[in-house]
């Protein structure tokens, strides 16, 4: 089975960048079993017989034990006692233990494993810090502003051709669907990528008045080279 076709079946877990932040991200040992950890929980409500009666394990859970865990992460018994127990700490994690395993618990595992939660929290909890800091009804305006057409100023900045009304496209952006605009964060790219010579770039309100992410774009033609034959040079 070949590697795409494996992880379609697999599945996949979302690995956000801010783990660089931690501070025990220079620690191999801890970020392995972390992933480890994201990889085991089930990502849906199941069905699990453990310490003598059925329970619901939730999405972030799973039944493991030390021994399992050292096992297929070769981390020592020992340290991985260690570690989950600074993860607990860290209130990343809870535990619950029994004779023979435990139920382990992944914190927050909804809000960052299922949907846009984190994003939105954090849009919100920047536009509650910033609405207490203003002193002028101006002031407050545009921070407003800003801070609600937020997705709006990521595709700004990586439309890169800032020409004409930003005001205009920011009323065109909020019409958009939220399907609209996941389609535009995703096919972005590769429709900047078909673009040659930037000067047939299509300002930004054109693009969105007409919904060129939309458009089929066909795959950039591969260089060819030249062939190198050692009695008769390039061919």
Not at 28 to 54: F, S
Request: proline content about 4%; some cysteine; glycine content about 4%.
């Amino acid at each position: 089975m070949q590697d795409y076709q494996e992880n379609y079946y697999t599945g996949w877990i979302r690995i956000y960048r801010s783990l660089k932040l931690k501070g025990w991200y220079n620690k191999p040992d801890y970020v392995a079993l972390w992933v480890y950890l994201l990889i085991e929980a089930t990502h849906k409500p199941m069905e699990y017989y453990w310490n003598g009666k059925t329970i619901t394990l939730d999405e972030g859970q799973f039944i493991t034990g030390r021994k399992r865990i050292s096992d297929e992460t070769g981390i020592s018994e020992n340290k991985v006692q260690r570690i989950l127990n600074f993860f607990e700490n860290e209130q990343q994690i809870e535990q619950q233990t029994s004779s023979t395993s435990r139920l382990i618990s992944i914190l927050n595992y909804k809000q960052y494993q299922k949907g846009e939660q984190p994003f939105k929290q954090r849009v919100n909890n920047e536009r509650t810090t910033s609405e207490q800091r203003v002193n002028t009804k101006q002031e407050h305006n545009n921070i407003r502003i800003k801070e609600y057409n937020s997705e709006f100023d990521v595709f700004w900045d990586k439309y890169s051709k800032k020409v004409g009304s930003k005001e205009k496209c920011i009323k065109v952006w909020n019409k958009l669907s939220d399907s609209d605009k996941s389609k535009i964060f995703t096919t972005l790219p590769i429709f900047l990528n078909s673009i040659t010579d930037k000067k047939y770039q299509p300002h930004p309100l054109t693009y969105l008045n007409n919904k060129r992410w939309n458009d089929e774009i066909a795959s950039p033609k591969q260089p060819t080279y030249p062939i190198y034959n050692p009695q008769e040079g390039c061919i």
